[in-house]
């Protein structure tokens, strides 16, 4: 039997085409829990039958959101079954994305510690 061929980028090209898609069909969300959101990112299980949607939003809070994407999810499956071409069409999981959160804890953690740093520096000159 031969050995089917994929090109190596596909579950990236997959999940860019997904994130892409997505972000068009987030406009049709009409539950009122759901604000505006970003897709940040898209994650596929090797088989295409799980995906993990990492987002953020810049109104309302995260869990209520997430809720409301979950809640969402099946119809959102439903248009990306009609626009994308192919076998499996992955179940939508949606988490919320708290790289940005963390990022700006850590820069004001620095910035304080370079302050202290800064000001210690300056006594004992």
């Not at 109104?59 to 969402?72: I, R, S």
């Not at 999981?93 to 850590?106: G, K, L």
């Amino acid at each position: 039997m031969a050995k089917k061929r994929t090109s190596p980028n596909r579950n990236v090209q997959i999940a860019d085409q997904i994130q892409r898609d997505l972000s068009e069909l987030m406009r049709e969300v009409k539950d009122p829990r759901v604000g505006m959101v970003t897709i940040q990112s898209v994650e596929l299980t090797p088989d295409y039958a799980h995906a993990k949607v990492y987002f953020t939003t810049l109104t309302g809070d995260p869990q209520q959101t997430q809720d409301g994407l979950n809640h969402a999810a099946g119809h959102l499956h439903n248009q990306l079954f009609k626009r994308l071409h192919i076998h499996t069409v992955p179940t939508l999981h949606f988490h919320y994305d708290q790289t940005i959160e963390r990022a700006v804890e850590m820069s004001k953690l620095i910035d304080e510690a370079n302050a202290t740093r800064a000001k210690d520096d300056e006594e004992g000159a």
